[in-house]
């Protein structure tokens, strides 16, 4: 059986003979895995990790500030680097959700090689990579394959030539938790939701632009928020808003309004593989509903997804 406190022992072990006295990269995501990762590594060569945090404008809410003080207070080596500007104006006009992933993968590769150069003499490549990336790498590609493409730091360009180092390789999501709970990491952060490395830009359906990217922060905000506070969050396997691209009549007061509709979405699930829709109690998506319309500006109707994985996907694009 898997013993967390075995394997940080052996695993922290290996990486420093492993290692020795070379710096390595990382870039962290904020998920589960990168941050596991990271303190693992972290315990094994200390100064030496060297940890990248990239902000691409398509987080949740003050998810970058918030994140980056946690992973300065679990005493990782860190740096933040807010590239949003760059990232939104490369993907203005993109309305294609494939092509929207393959903007964001591409962007990110730059910037964290950017960053990467910095580190003067960096010899390798650390990576949040669990047991489950390593078999759906080799299996046949499906288009699962093109949303992982992007998900960990993989394909840096060939001239920074860093070998791979991946302490997560063996482990299961449960285990990575495990392991993750007897480093200390905090449980809010191991009981995240997961989130896709294209972020809200993959939530905004159609074009995007920063308007719309911060109409579906303040209303993605109010549904996490929510959920916290009424105990739902962790029984809720992933939730989040998708900003539809239709605008719909409705009435304030005398006035007609003719505004923007979002629609909430919770799944239970064990793998992201197949997905039921979470019901949600009706006072509860009452209360939101009317949070959403009351305090967020341009939003008018809040609908709810109750579509299972299959036949429609976790994502609306
Ligand atoms: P779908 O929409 O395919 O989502 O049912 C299954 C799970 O994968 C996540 N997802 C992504 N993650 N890059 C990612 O890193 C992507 O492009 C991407 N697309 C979907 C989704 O959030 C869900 O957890």
Redesign the pocket.
């Known amino acids: 059986t898997f013993t967390p406190k075995a394997f940080v022992e052996e695993i922290v072990e290996e990486m420093r003979e492993k290692i020795k006295g070379d710096k390595v990269v990382l870039g962290l995501s904020g998920g589960v895995d990168s941050t596991v990762a990271a303190v693992l590594l972290n315990k094994a060569i200390g100064e030496n990790l060297y940890c990248i945090f990239v902000n691409n404008g398509l987080l949740r809410k003050n998810e970058f500030e918030s994140v980056l003080e946690q992973y300065k207070g679990m005493g990782l080596n860190v740096k933040g680097v807010d590239a949003s500007a760059r990232f939104l104006n490369e993907l203005a006009g993109i309305e294609d959700p494939e092509l929207k ?1 393959k903007t964001i993968g591409r962007v990110f590769i730059e910037v964290f090689d950017d960053e990467a150069h910095l580190i003067e003499d960096v010899k390798w490549l650390a990576q949040g990579t669990i047991y489950p990336d390593v078999i759906e790498s080799v299996s046949v590609k499906g ?2 394959a ?6 960990n730091v993989g394909g840096l360009p060939d001239y920074m030539k860093l070998q791979i180092v991946e302490p997560l390789r063996m482990l299961f999501k449960d285990e990575v938790r495990r392991v993750g709970a007897t480093l200390g990491i905090s449980p809010d952060l191991l009981g995240r ?6 972020g809200l830009s ?1 939530r905004i359906l159609g074009d995007i632009t920063p308007e719309k990217v911060q109409i579906l922060q303040d209303v993605d905000a109010i549904f996490i928020e929510g959920l916290k506070s009424h105990g739902l969050y962790d029984k809720v ?2 939730a ?1 808003a998708i900003l539809l691209p239709v605008n719909s009549v409705g009435v304030m007061g005398d006035e007609r309004t003719y505004e923007k509709v979002v629609a909430l979405r919770a799944v239970e ?1 064990t793998d ?2 197949t ?1 039921d829709w979470v019901h949600l109690p009706y006072d509860f998506l009452m209360k939101i509903s009317n949070e959403i319309i009351n305090k967020v500006k341009g939003v008018n109707r809040v609908v709810y997804d109750i579509s299972s ?1 299959p036949p ?6």
Request: no cysteine.
């Open positions: 992933r288009p699962s093109t949303i992982k493409s992007h998900h939701h997961p989130f896709p490395g294209p993959i396997w992933q989040g699930s992201g593989m997905a994985k429609a996907t976790i994502e609306w694009e």
